[in-house]
Each structure stands twice: as structure tokens, then as C-alpha cells.
């Protein structure tokens, strides 16, 4: 089992940044993917940012230029630096972790509690 603990949501104007923090928990395995998803109000969940072990992080059109993912998949720990919030980024932000508790097993996924980020214009 994984446990994921988020912290760095808040309230933040229109041009102002953020910081997300997440760490995993796990006793054995290997973490696979790491990266963030969100929840904006009337829409479905999307793709906010996400890197597989060995790869390189990929971003959701909407937060490209604007974001950044960086992950240490040995410290199991992910962030997502957020530049430039827009009212529209407003959301609760979930961690995502892909986690294998042994070789050649399927991967399973992990979420967060979510955080809430509130962007004011």
C-alpha cells in the first residue's frame, strides 16, 4: 500500500505562484510514475503534469510555460512548482503516484487527498 501526503495548496492572486509538495510512503516496490492531477470546478479530472521513472515529465496543454513537475522517485517524493496562476487554475489539486509491490506485477494507482488551490483575479 501507498500513502500519499500533499501539502503547499492556498490562496494566491491572479500572477502569483505556488509551490505542491507530495510524499509517498511505501514499505516495498518501486514507484513508476509520479505526477499530479486536478479537479476544476464543472469539469472532469485532467492531467496536470506527470513523469514516468525513466521519462520525461509531460504537462497538460492548459498549464505548459507555466508549471513545472520535478520528482525524486527515490526519496518518493514529487512537486509542482506553479507559476503565473490564472482564476481558472482554481481547483483541488490530487497527487498521483504509480506504484509495483513486486517485479513483473501490474502497477496500481495512488491518489491523494487533494489540496485546494484558489487562484483570485
Known amino acids: 500500500q501507498v500513502q500519499l501526503v500533499e501539502s503547499g495548496g492556498g490562496l494566491v492572486q491572479a500572477g502569483g505562484s505556488l509551490r505542491l509538495s507530495c510524499d509517498a510512503s511505501?514499505?516495498?516496490?518501486?514507484?513508476?510514475?509520479m505526477g499530479w492531477n486536478r479537479q476544476v470546478p464543472g469539469n472532469q479530472r485532467e492531467l496536470v503534469a506527470v513523469?514516468?521513472?525513466?521519462?520525461?515529465?509531460r504537462y497538460g496543454d492548459s498549464v505548459k510555460g507555466r508549471f513545472t513537475l520535478s520528482s525524486d522517485f527515490a526519496q518518493k517524493k514529487v512537486y509542482l512548482q506553479m507559476n503565473n496562476l490564472k482564476p481558472e487554475d482554481t481547483g483541488v489539486y490530487y497527487c498521483?503516484?504509480?506504484?509495483?509491490?513486486?517485479?513483473?506485477?501490474?502497477?496500481?494507482?495512488?491518489w491523494g487527498q487533494g489540496t485546494q488551490v484558489t487562484v483570485s483575479s
Open positions: 511505501a514499505n516495498t516496490g518501486s514507484i513508476t510514475a
Open positions: 498521483y503516484v504509480g506504484y509495483r509491490s513486486r517485479p513483473f506485477t501490474s502497477s496500481s494507482d495512488y
Open positions: 513523469r514516468v521513472s525513466g521519462g520525461a515529465s
